[in-house]
């Protein structure tokens, strides 16, 4: 807020306004900033793939684009979606902003490599686009071997190169975030201490540089027998097609853990903030997001139960699969139990954290559905398995980071956002989505595959009312590009902490100067250290 | 418009059991999902600020509970991996009375060979009542065959031979899907399961002429790429004796014991010295590049009938 | 007023940090856990060449036998002894001995140039040859019996993929450890290290012991296969 008269203080938005100083900060939070700019706009470029996806889904017969264009469309869609926008997401923007700001840190441990990250993230954007652009991929997001190596006559080539580059970015952000976690927290911060947030994000981050490197070696390979030749997947030379697949899902399953521990991490931090009490069993919380990022390296084989793998192969990974689920389960539960006895605000951000946990049950649920061998036969690779993803990715991943975005919109930009259009998105998304979604299943289990442009006509009812959703969702995205962009010119002015939030982010400016803290703060002794006594708290 | 189906038909002997599965498993979750909503719902409404509810004694931490809320999931959830695995074992293990179907899956269609000879296009006829063995194999990228009235899948993955098989239980006409995508016409690649009364099936095998059993083009085949050359009582090369082989354990140089299926025999065709016969030299040719995936076929269906008394086709 | 000016830093403390110790603990950290992704890259490539290894052991033992086990054992100890010397430059830097930096720094560029330049002339030797994979690719060389067949010498070549691929990219995070020793140099020549501050030359060193270390590995998986048949 600015007092009369006096020169305002400089924030982190206001110090230096060239476009040098944005292209070539140091600063987390511009250089979250710069992420959420970036993955916004391929998220809508993801997003305009889906529409025309949907568009010719309404029906049965290939009408509106030629076969090749469609397999081209669904590709970009997946790649995109996955690589250049859900992976980065939460950690790459709020992470980027918030985790020195909740350990008490001036800024991430290396700050150049920060940068560094997201020039790579470009690149790797550029490489992809580029691929979009000369004609598109035709090999669905997962690239499966020999189609993707030896046959396809499509830009494989750039598009491998996009996401190899685009890991490193990963890679670097992770790194980056465990190195700060460990070393710099404020004094008394001792990781019990922690927000549940950096948890999130230091399991997160685990994955990424663990799971990372092996999807870099396996685009390599993809790439190297693509250029040469060389028979490293083909049949006819040598090859094992299926050590694609278990190289592949090695990373891509821990990579949906990638996508969806940061949510985890919001969630944990709206729901206490407008239940005004800490979160029930903070260790447990912490405990099972670490133990869903170990697990989650174990279960890859889930993906190939038909794949040819062995049925013993199967029935471990199956039954490890429910291992994996149990902590998250718990995380459902033990948010279930917050909200007892809390004080409960029905804000936007508590709008998405509520429909995040319903539908992240029913998408977890569905993924046990899946992980059960009898069943998995039957609706692997159809439209089941689409729906169980969504649920997760869209009603789990991007309500989380939607809410994220709302929570913290007032500390990064300084403005309110306009709560009933929040409102209004927010339960626009919920509608719009869980009639895309939802009609999924039933088509799943009736059998009708995915990556279809042509159907038989029993399922056009269900497609139509999927591409009837997609079109609700869609204005439901499109509402918070708007009302947040115009928030920053006329949106309320913010104060540092209007939501009464506990946690140090909340105890400095809005925005935070370019130094966060001029000293270190002190730990708070309790995380959520919100007042339990009736009469400690104010009067509703 | 609105009699559109919203579950699948039931085509085989195994697609209820897997559906009991997936409706046991369904109403779990959906008692869950019901129950974690309702709660959701209930308590935010209960404790919605301005409300006069009961907030004393919060309580921020409760092991007991904890570890109720992992142990019931945790229970649950073997009893759903044990359920499922059980049908998914029924769901392979081929029964021995199974009669064999070959499907080679190509960009963008489904060849189809029935032992005694009869080919079809993206079509397969099957009589009721019997099992049938889809041995899969793909001449270009990996497809999958897929039958949801019957509950079944599988990957076709080029180099190897994967199977599956099924009980037809009802007479009609099921779709045939590819599961995989494998390109362009990946969704074109589709069909049709005709199941028929046995008599009737009958009647459509021998239709259309007659039609060589793939066993005797098979052994054509043996003799024409020279495999009698060295596999036969009478030849001066020592190689092995393929009589009564198939379907037996066989010992290689080295100890190891394998059992020779499709894949050994393939194997053997196409990469002799990767698994020699314990006793002999490895000194077989190697026929890849010269030999057809469908002729493979067609030798692999001969040599399987030599290891059946009463099947045996002469030379 | 920050806990920095407590202690004398002479510029060394990023703003970001609050103290020395920080700053250098963080840059341990930050090295270890670059080297753990690098496991996992290696670690993949591993993987694949060992699942083929061990699918069927022939071909690759043939073509492995085609490899110059001298020159790769003279390179192992040239390795080895870069190792040492960087070892020393550590050292120097514990003690702050500036000419020493600079000298142990030279010597392991020297020993890596060495290994690179003996690597080069395997590649050389390879290529002449027609060992190296592609449109050139010949199992000529490798003297296959006359009836072997074709898939032999296919799954020779993929040999051949892993070997390039794998020492390729060690030679290439070698090269990146010449360029920042250079960098390293000139910096420790103008005695830019003290006993007090040397993490560059520690972190660095923790780099190539990794480099190191990884050729340990390389060196029997793709030189010692099945020598002694």
Not at chain 1, 406 to 428: D, N, Q, S, V
Request: charged content about 15%; some cysteine; proline content about 6%.
């Amino acid at each position: 807020m600015s007092a009369q008269g006096a020169e305002p203080q400089p924030n982190y938005l206001t110090a230096g306004q060239s476009v040098r100083s944005w292209l070539l900060t140091i600063d987390h939070k511009r250089i979250g900033l710069l992420y959420m700019v970036s993955i916004t706009l391929f998220f809508f470029l993801g997003g305009a793939a889906a529409t025309l996806v949907r568009l010719e889904l309404m029906t049965p017969k290939g009408d509106v684009v030629q076969p090749e264009t469609y397999n081209k469309l669904f590709t970009a869609h997946g790649v995109i979606m996955v690589f250049f926008f859900l992976i980065p997401s939460i950690p790459a923007v709020l992470g980027n902003f918030l985790v020195p700001l909740m350990i008490g840190a001036r800024d991430l441990a290396f700050p150049k490599l920060n940068l560094a990250s997201w020039y790579v993230f470009m690149i790797g954007g550029v490489f992809t686009l580029w691929a979009v652009l000369t004609g598109g991929v035709d090999t669905g997001w997962t690239f499966y071997t020999p189609y993707s190596s030896m046959f396809s006559n499509t830009s494989v080539m750039s598009a491998a190169l996009g996401v190899f580059i685009v890991g490193f970015s990963s890679i670097l952000t992770g790194l980056n975030f465990i190195v700060t976690i460990h070393k710099m927290r404020a004094p008394g911060m001792t990781w019990l201490r922690l927000p549940l947030f950096i948890w999130a994000m230091y399991a997160t981050s685990l994955i990424m540089i663990l799971g990372t490197p092996v999807l870099a070696v396996t685009v390599a390979l993809v790439g190297l027998e693509r250029f040469f030749g060389f028979g490293i997947f083909d049949p006819k030379l040598g090859g094992d097609p299926i050590l694609f697949q278990h190289l592949f899902w090695f990373y891509s399953h821990p990579a949906v853990y990638i996508m969806l521990l940061p949510s985890f991490g919001v969630i944990n931090e709206i729901v206490p903030c407008f239940t005004k009490r800490p979160v029930f069993g903070y260790r447990t919380m912490a405990t099972a997001m670490m133990a869903i990022a170990a697990l989650g390296f174990l279960v890859w084989g889930h993906h190939m139960f038909v794949s040819g793998q062995s049925m013993y192969g199967g029935l471990i990974f199956s039954f490890l699969s429910f291992f994996v689920a149990i902590p998250s389960a718990v995380k459902v539960f033990n948010w279930t139990a917050t909200l007892y006895k809390g004080t409960v605000s029905g804000t936007t951000p508590m709008l998405y954290a509520l429909g995040f946990i319903g539908l992240f049950t029913i998408g977890g649920l569905t993924g046990l559905m899946l992980a059960s061998l009898a069943i998995d036969v039957h609706v692997h690779d159809t439209y089941f398995v689409v729906a169980h993803f969504h649920y997760i990715m869209v009603g789990g991943a991007v309500m989380g980071y939607l809410g994220g975005i709302h929570f913290w919109w007032p500390k990064i930009t300084g403005r309110m956002y306009p709560e009933i259009w929040g409102k209004l998105a927010a339960l626009t998304i919920f509608i719009g989505f869980n009639l895309t979604f939802f009609p999924q299943f039933i088509l799943g289990y009736l059998g009708m595959p995915r990556r279809y442009y042509e159907y038989d006509a029993e399922y056009q009812v269900l497609n139509v009312m999927s591409t009837a959703g997609a079109s609700i969702l869609a204005v439901g995205f499109l509402l918070p590009l708007v009302y947040l962009i115009l928030s920053l010119w006329m949106g309320k002015e913010a104060g540092p902490n209007p939501w009464g939030a506990k946690g140090l982010e909340w105890e400095i400016p809005s925005p935070p100067t370019v130094h966060n803290f001029d000293e270190p703060p002190v730990a708070p002794e309790r995380p959520y250290d919100y007042p339990l006594k009736e009469q400690d708290r104010e009067p509703s | 418009m609105w009699d559109f189906p919203l579950f699948p038909e039931q085509g085989s002997a195994i697609a209820w059991r897997v559906d009991a599965v997936f409706f046991f498993e369904l109403a779990i979750c959906t008692a869950v999902t019901i129950m974690i909503c309702f709660l959701i719902l209930y308590y935010a409404t209960k404790y919605r600020r301005g409300s006069r509810a009961d907030r004393s004694n919060v309580v921020t931490d409760n092991h007991l509970i904890e570890v109720i809320w992992v142990g019931v999931p945790l229970a649950i959830s073997m009893v759903m991996f044990a359920v499922a695995a059980v049908v998914y074992f029924q769901m392979y293990r081929v029964p021995e009375d199974a009669s064999e179907v070959y499907a080679l899956g190509r960009q963008w269609m489904w060849q189809i060979e029935h032992p005694g000879g009869k080919r079809e296009i993206n079509e397969l006829h099957v009589p009721l009542g019997q099992a049938v063995k889809v041995v899969l194999s793909s001449q270009d990228v990996i497809h999958s065959f897929y039958v949801p009235a019957f509950r079944v899948k599988q990957d076709a993955v080029p180099g190897r031979y994967t199977s599956m098989w099924f009980r037809p239980d009802r007479v009609g006409k099921f779709h045939l899907y590819c599961a995989e995508y494998c390109g362009t016409d990946h969704s074109r690649m589709i069909g049709w399961i005709h199941v028929m009364e046995p008599a009737d099936y009958q009647q459509w095998l021998e239709s259309g002429g007659p039609t060589e059993p793939m066993a005797t083009t098979g052994a054509q085949l043996f003799k024409s790429y020279g495999c009698s050359g060295c596999h036969s009582p009478s030849s001066t090369v020592r190689a092995p004796l393929l009589d009564g082989v198939f379907g037996h354990p066989v010992p290689l140089e080295g100890g190891t014991v394998v059992t020779a299926d499709e894949r050994y025999i393939r194997d053997s065709i196409l990469l002799p010295m990767s698994e020699v016969a314990a006793g002999y030299k490895p000194v077989m040719p190697t026929f890849q590049g010269r030999i057809k995936e469908d002729e493979l076929l067609k030798i692999i269906a001969y040599i399987k009938s030599l290891g059946r008394k009463n099947e045996r086709v002469e030379q | 007023m920050s806990l920095a000016e407590a202690e004398p830093t002479h510029g060394y403390l990023a703003s970001h940090f609050e103290t020395l110790e920080q700053q250098h603990q963080s840059a341990a950290l930050g090295m270890w856990t670059f080297l753990a992704t690098e496991v996992m890259f290696f670690g993949g490539l591993f993987l694949g060449f060992s699942v083929y290894r061990f699918v069927d052991p022939e071909p690759f033992a043939i073509a492995s036998r085609h490899l110059n086990v001298t020159l790769g054992t003279i390179n192992t100890f040239v390795l080895l002894t870069s190792s040492l010397t960087m070892a020393l430059v550590v050292r120097a830097g514990q003690t702050g001995d500036r000419k020493a930096q600079v000298r142990n720094l030279l010597l392991t560029m020297a020993l890596a140039t060495l290994f690179l330049g003996i690597k080069a002339r395997e590649y050389y030797e390879e290529f002449e040859h027609h060992l190296a994979p592609g449109a050139s690719f010949s199992t000529a060389a490798l003297h296959l019996p006359e009836d072997a067949p074709e898939s032999l010498g296919q799954q020779a070549q993929l040999f051949f993929v892993f070997y390039f691929f794998m020492t390729g990219l060690h030679g290439f995070h070698m090269l990146i450890g010449i360029a920042v020793m250079a960098v390293l140099v000139v910096k420790a020549q103008r005695g830019q290290y003290t006993a007090e501050h040397y993490t560059q030359l520690e972190m660095t060193g923790l780099y190539w012991h990794f480099v190191d270390l990884v050729w340990v590995f390389l060196f029997p998986l793709l030189y010692l296969v099945e020598l002694h048949t």
